[in-house]
Protein backbone atom coordinates (compact mmCIF):
# COMPACT_ATOMS: atom_id res chain seq x y z
CA UNK A 1 0.00 0.00 0.00
CA UNK A 2 1.43 3.57 -0.86
CA UNK A 3 1.62 5.41 2.30
CA UNK A 4 3.55 8.80 3.20
CA UNK A 5 3.89 9.02 7.16
CA UNK A 6 5.50 12.16 8.69
CA UNK A 7 6.98 12.29 12.52
CA UNK A 8 7.07 14.15 14.96
CA UNK A 9 2.75 15.11 14.77
CA UNK A 10 4.08 18.26 16.20
CA UNK A 11 7.03 20.06 17.62
CA UNK A 12 7.75 23.37 19.45
CA UNK A 13 10.81 25.02 19.28
CA UNK A 14 12.17 28.26 20.45
CA UNK A 15 13.59 30.66 17.53
CA UNK A 16 16.78 30.83 16.46
CA UNK A 17 16.75 26.52 17.13
CA UNK A 18 17.17 24.48 14.69
CA UNK A 19 14.86 21.37 13.66
CA UNK A 20 14.77 18.39 11.81
CA UNK A 21 11.27 16.67 10.26
CA UNK A 22 11.28 13.26 9.37
CA UNK A 23 9.24 11.35 6.16
CA UNK A 24 9.14 7.51 5.55
CA UNK A 25 7.07 6.75 2.37
CA UNK A 26 6.22 3.36 0.97
CA UNK A 27 5.22 4.60 -2.28
CA UNK A 28 6.32 2.75 -5.57
CA UNK A 29 7.50 3.62 -8.27
CA UNK A 30 9.03 6.54 -6.87
CA UNK A 31 8.90 9.83 -9.16
CA UNK A 32 9.44 12.65 -7.06
CA UNK A 33 9.21 13.79 -3.35
CA UNK A 34 7.95 17.65 -2.36
CA UNK A 35 8.09 19.61 1.10
CA UNK A 36 4.96 21.85 1.13
CA UNK A 37 4.84 24.59 3.89
CA UNK A 38 1.28 25.54 4.89
CA UNK A 39 0.03 28.02 6.86
CA UNK A 40 -3.13 27.82 9.13
CA UNK A 41 -5.97 28.46 6.51
CA UNK A 42 -4.04 28.34 3.18
CA UNK A 43 -2.65 26.61 0.35
CA UNK A 44 -0.03 24.59 0.81
CA UNK A 45 3.65 26.35 -0.91
CA UNK A 46 6.44 23.95 -2.64
CA UNK A 47 9.33 24.16 -0.34
CA UNK A 48 11.50 21.77 -2.61
CA UNK A 49 11.26 18.95 -5.27
CA UNK A 50 13.84 16.04 -5.17
CA UNK A 51 14.08 13.31 -7.61
CA UNK A 52 15.27 9.87 -7.47
CA UNK A 53 18.99 10.91 -8.18
CA UNK A 54 19.18 13.97 -6.08
CA UNK A 55 20.36 13.40 -2.28
CA UNK A 56 20.29 16.75 -0.73
CA UNK A 57 18.35 20.28 -1.95
CA UNK A 58 18.33 23.82 -0.27
CA UNK A 59 16.09 26.66 -0.22
CA UNK A 60 17.59 29.41 2.25
CA UNK A 61 17.42 27.95 5.76
CA UNK A 62 15.60 24.99 4.20
CA UNK A 63 17.86 21.48 3.74
CA UNK A 64 16.12 18.36 2.60
CA UNK A 65 17.79 15.51 2.12
CA UNK A 66 16.32 12.02 0.22
CA UNK A 67 17.36 8.43 0.97
CA UNK A 68 15.96 6.61 -1.87
CA UNK A 69 16.97 2.99 -0.34
CA UNK A 70 15.44 3.21 2.98
CA UNK A 71 12.48 5.86 1.54
CA UNK A 72 13.25 8.40 4.01
CA UNK A 73 13.52 12.20 3.45
CA UNK A 74 14.16 14.95 6.27
CA UNK A 75 13.42 18.49 6.05
CA UNK A 76 16.04 20.40 8.31
CA UNK A 77 15.10 24.55 9.66
CA UNK A 78 18.11 26.32 10.43
CA UNK A 79 17.93 29.24 12.64
CA UNK A 80 14.48 28.76 12.92
CA UNK A 81 11.68 32.39 12.73
CA UNK A 82 8.33 32.74 14.09
CA UNK A 83 7.22 32.59 10.80
CA UNK A 84 8.09 29.16 10.61
CA UNK A 85 5.42 28.10 12.11
CA UNK A 86 3.35 25.87 10.59
CA UNK A 87 2.67 22.52 8.86
CA UNK A 88 4.61 20.86 6.73
CA UNK A 89 4.11 18.03 4.63
CA UNK A 90 5.55 15.86 2.81
CA UNK A 91 4.10 14.56 -0.69
CA UNK A 92 5.07 11.72 -2.95
CA UNK A 93 4.42 11.20 -6.43
CA UNK A 94 4.27 7.82 -8.23
CA UNK A 95 4.10 6.25 -11.42
CA UNK A 96 5.13 9.53 -14.21
CA UNK A 97 4.37 11.55 -11.52
CA UNK A 98 0.96 12.47 -11.47
CA UNK A 99 -0.14 10.28 -8.35
CA UNK A 100 0.39 12.09 -5.64
CA UNK A 101 0.51 10.97 -1.77
CA UNK A 102 0.52 13.23 0.78
CA UNK A 103 1.55 12.80 4.41
CA UNK A 104 -0.74 14.33 7.30
CA UNK A 105 1.96 17.01 8.38
CA UNK A 106 4.00 17.86 10.97
CA UNK A 107 2.96 21.19 13.03
CA UNK A 108 5.91 23.16 13.85
CA UNK A 109 5.85 26.40 16.62
CA UNK A 110 8.42 28.37 16.76
CA UNK A 111 8.46 30.35 20.03
CA UNK A 112 10.25 33.28 21.32
CA UNK B 1 -1.09 37.96 -9.14
CA UNK B 2 -0.60 34.81 -11.28
CA UNK B 3 -1.03 32.33 -8.93
CA UNK B 4 -4.06 30.38 -8.66
CA UNK B 5 -6.95 31.31 -7.03
CA UNK B 6 -10.05 29.69 -6.12
CA UNK B 7 -13.46 31.56 -5.00
CA UNK B 8 -15.20 31.82 -2.47
CA UNK B 9 -13.01 31.26 0.33
CA UNK B 10 -15.72 30.85 2.68
CA UNK B 11 -18.64 29.08 2.54
CA UNK B 12 -21.19 28.26 5.32
CA UNK B 13 -24.29 26.28 4.27
CA UNK B 14 -27.02 24.98 5.40
CA UNK B 15 -27.09 20.74 5.68
CA UNK B 16 -29.11 19.41 2.27
CA UNK B 17 -28.04 22.61 0.38
CA UNK B 18 -26.00 22.67 -3.06
CA UNK B 19 -22.74 24.53 -3.28
CA UNK B 20 -20.30 25.08 -6.46
CA UNK B 21 -16.42 25.97 -6.00
CA UNK B 22 -14.21 27.98 -8.76
CA UNK B 23 -10.67 27.61 -9.08
CA UNK B 24 -9.11 29.59 -11.63
CA UNK B 25 -5.55 28.10 -12.48
CA UNK B 26 -2.92 29.51 -13.79
CA UNK B 27 -2.82 30.30 -17.15
CA UNK B 28 -0.50 28.17 -18.96
CA UNK B 29 -1.38 24.84 -16.91
CA UNK B 30 -2.85 22.16 -18.40
CA UNK B 31 -3.63 19.74 -15.67
CA UNK B 32 -5.65 20.68 -12.44
CA UNK B 33 -6.18 18.82 -9.32
CA UNK B 34 -8.98 18.94 -6.61
CA UNK B 35 -8.50 17.92 -2.96
CA UNK B 36 -10.17 17.82 0.60
CA UNK B 37 -8.26 18.55 3.43
CA UNK B 38 -9.87 18.60 7.23
CA UNK B 39 -8.32 19.67 9.93
CA UNK B 40 -5.00 18.08 11.44
CA UNK B 41 -4.73 15.93 7.96
CA UNK B 42 -2.77 16.21 4.77
CA UNK B 43 -5.01 16.82 1.68
CA UNK B 44 -6.54 14.07 -0.31
CA UNK B 45 -7.09 13.84 -3.93
CA UNK B 46 -10.42 14.06 -5.23
CA UNK B 47 -9.74 14.66 -8.75
CA UNK B 48 -8.12 15.63 -11.81
CA UNK B 49 -8.12 17.03 -15.03
CA UNK B 50 -5.89 17.27 -17.77
CA UNK B 51 -7.27 19.55 -19.94
CA UNK B 52 -11.11 19.35 -20.14
CA UNK B 53 -10.50 15.53 -19.48
CA UNK B 54 -11.33 14.48 -16.46
CA UNK B 55 -8.88 11.56 -16.23
CA UNK B 56 -8.94 10.56 -12.42
CA UNK B 57 -11.44 9.96 -9.93
CA UNK B 58 -11.07 9.40 -6.49
CA UNK B 59 -13.56 6.90 -4.77
CA UNK B 60 -13.99 9.63 -2.20
CA UNK B 61 -15.79 11.31 -4.48
CA UNK B 62 -19.55 10.03 -3.99
CA UNK B 63 -22.30 10.53 -6.40
CA UNK B 64 -22.80 13.74 -4.56
CA UNK B 65 -19.49 15.50 -5.90
CA UNK B 66 -19.04 16.53 -9.31
CA UNK B 67 -16.19 18.23 -11.14
CA UNK B 68 -16.14 20.28 -14.64
CA UNK B 69 -13.56 22.36 -16.19
CA UNK B 70 -15.50 22.45 -19.64
CA UNK B 71 -12.95 24.72 -22.00
CA UNK B 72 -9.77 23.46 -20.33
CA UNK B 73 -9.16 26.70 -17.81
CA UNK B 74 -11.23 26.83 -15.11
CA UNK B 75 -12.72 24.27 -12.96
CA UNK B 76 -15.61 23.86 -10.44
CA UNK B 77 -16.55 21.38 -7.98
CA UNK B 78 -19.98 20.96 -6.91
CA UNK B 79 -21.42 19.31 -3.83
CA UNK B 80 -24.84 18.71 -3.26
CA UNK B 81 -27.21 17.82 -1.04
CA UNK B 82 -24.60 18.72 1.65
CA UNK B 83 -23.41 16.81 4.65
CA UNK B 84 -22.02 17.29 7.98
CA UNK B 85 -19.16 15.52 7.08
CA UNK B 86 -18.34 17.66 4.25
CA UNK B 87 -16.96 20.11 6.32
CA UNK B 88 -13.58 20.96 5.24
CA UNK B 89 -11.16 22.77 3.25
CA UNK B 90 -11.11 22.33 -0.33
CA UNK B 91 -8.02 22.78 -2.22
CA UNK B 92 -7.24 23.49 -6.31
CA UNK B 93 -4.17 22.82 -7.49
CA UNK B 94 -2.73 23.03 -11.08
CA UNK B 95 0.32 21.59 -12.92
CA UNK B 96 2.23 21.83 -15.90
CA UNK B 97 2.75 18.31 -17.64
CA UNK B 98 6.55 18.51 -18.95
CA UNK B 99 7.45 21.12 -16.62
CA UNK B 100 9.37 19.89 -13.42
CA UNK B 101 7.07 17.33 -14.09
CA UNK B 102 4.27 16.80 -10.96
CA UNK B 103 5.51 20.30 -9.74
CA UNK B 104 2.20 21.67 -8.17
CA UNK B 105 0.95 24.94 -7.35
CA UNK B 106 -1.86 25.08 -4.78
CA UNK B 107 -4.69 27.78 -4.35
CA UNK B 108 -6.09 29.37 -1.18
CA UNK B 109 -8.46 26.75 -1.01
CA UNK B 110 -11.98 26.93 -0.18
CA UNK B 111 -13.40 26.54 3.53
CA UNK B 112 -16.81 24.45 3.51
CA UNK B 113 -18.58 24.75 6.88
CA UNK B 114 -22.22 22.71 6.51
CA UNK B 115 -24.14 23.57 9.70
Known amino acids: KNQVEQSPQSLIILEGKNCTLQ??????????LRWYKQDTGRGPVSLTI?????NTKSNGRYTATLDADTKQSSLHITASQLSDSASYIC???????????FGTGTSLTVIP | DTGVSQDPRHKITKRGQNVTFRCDPI?????LYWYRQTLGQGPEFLTY????????KSRLLSDRFSAERPKGSFSTLEIQRTEQGDSAMYLC?????????????FGPGTRLTVT
Open chain 2, 93 to 105: ASSLRGQLEGEQY
Open chain 1, 23 to 32: CNYTVSPFSN
Open chain 1, 50 to 54: MTFSE
Open chain 1, 91 to 101: VVSAGTGNQFY
Open chain 2, 27 to 31: SEHNR
Open chain 2, 49 to 56: FQNEAQLE
